[in-house]
């Protein structure tokens, strides 16, 4: 069983081989052909509920268009790549839709090319409000662990785009409340500004960020000033149980820069800085449970301080997709490789407590025949080298492989592999319900190393209530395993069975579905239950 995780990896990378048929042309491409000029820009705003379709001019449309702020205009052509009399650029045009997608009070986007009568080219956006204020009210109960939670979430207050949110929070570890804003457009500039202040029943977590962005494949320069603080309690667990808590700080403040300085077609390649200040205080260690296998550990106080060179590179290679992540919602993903990489030192000439070469490298792809299939990989390792050798590196592999066996059918493939040496405890790993094994309960062991793999079956149904949820079902399989802290090496292959409801939001500018499922266990702990109902909107894959 040790080698079903490679054997998966293999047999997603084989499916992705699949011929599949091409996808349509797009229609700016002509147009840049003939180096035509955009003369032309109409922004058409359009509300939550299309009233012009029967389906949804129903009385709960027509209350929620007339309760909802619609998008002002001006934030929308403040997102735009090009203006009137520009040469037409289709990437810069199917960039910006993309741009347009994401932004957190949109549902879809679209701009399309409109030649009038006397020959003047008109570049027609067709923007949709999402429904963009969100109660959140109830119970959630993932691997065992149940949480409660009242929030209220305004993605697009008074239609300018900022998004300004309250919520209150209980679960197994503690209670908390706090307060979010965030501003992706700054005094009507292109800076964004991310501000969280949180209260917890144990210490509190605040952080304030101020950016610039690359927002454009062609931006010539980024910054960013990020603070943060945390003050809580560390918990540490094993077979689903506490056993060991610590008073835990960690402040940070950092500052990043980079310019661009190559661009070949659709690739930029980027340099840059980073300054880093982090301090982590850790408290006296509380055992939670009598003494027994697992060993207490070592929590030694950090002061890092340190800069990096950092390089990254991108390609504007995107395409988009319908139904695989959530439902009835555009989703853009890159086919290309891109990735960034960050080489600096702690130095106790700056202050630190040690000195350490650290490093940060990710990297990602994307394959797709059509847009029937699509598959992803990622790849991350950091990790810091004192005298005494590598520690806190933590390498992550992930795998995702999705296939359309009809538009309503799809079949997913997650497939996990985690590596560490000598993590910081607030960085170990666990295995259980948050992990993907559905089937189990939270936190069944700790280690510095696991693999998870998830297959699951989807089929989306054409029923809609109200044209806010779309039902859908879903069966899966999960399977993974994890080095143990406790010296026991590996676990042993945990897997479970389950089946759900996906139930799919209509009108959410995410196209954020919840999922209601009940799995079980096929080799189970004695300590855990025969079955584990999940309730939640967190989607994995």
Known sequence: MKAFGPCALAVVLATCLQARPPRPARPWSAHEARQATIQKIVIEVGDVFD?????????????ADRLHAST?????????????????SARRIYETERLLRAL???????????????????????????????????????????????????????????????????DHERTDWGITYLDPQLLGSRWTLALQSRYLSDGHNRSIKLERPFFALDTPWSTSLALS???SSLHLYDRTKEVYQAPFIQDELQWAGAVAFHEAGDRVWRAGLMVDRLDTHYGDVIAALPPGTFPAPTLVNRRLRGGALTLSTQKDAFESFVDLLGVDTPEDYSLAWNGSLAVGTYSRALGSSMTAPFFILQAANGWSSSSDDLTLFTFSWDGRVPSAGLENSALGLSLVHYIKLTPNQIFATLATFDAGSRLDPERWYYLGGDQGLRGFPNFLHPGDA?????????????QRWWSLVRLGYCAFVDTGSIRRMDGMGWSRTYTDVGVGLRLGNLKSSLGRVI??????????????????????NTVRF
Do not use: C
């Open 51 to 63: 009233l012009t379709r029967p389906d949804e001019n129903i009385w709960i449309g027509r209350v």
């Open 72 to 88: 002002k205009e001006p934030v929308f052509r403040r997102v735009l790549l090009f203006k009137e009399g520009d040469k037409v």
């Open 104 to 170: 957190a009070f949109v549902k879809d986007a679209h701009i399309d090319p409109v030649q009038e009568a006397d020959g003047t080219l008109v570049a027609r956006v067709r923007v949709r409000d999402a429904w963009t204020t969100q109660v959140d009210a109830g119970f959630s109960s993932v691997g065992g662990q149940r949480s409660m939670n009242f929030g209220v979430d305004e993605k697009n207050f008074l239609g300018l785009g900022k998004s300004v949110a309250f919520d209150i929070a209980k």
């Open 229 to 231: 603080q945390k003050k």
């Open 450 to 462: 696991r693999w998870v793999v998830s297959l699951d079956y989807r089929l989306l149904t054409e």
């Open 515 to 536: 999922l209601l499922s009940v799995a079980a266990p096929l080799n189970k702990e004695p300590y855990q239950s025969k079955v584990q109902f999940t309730i939640g």
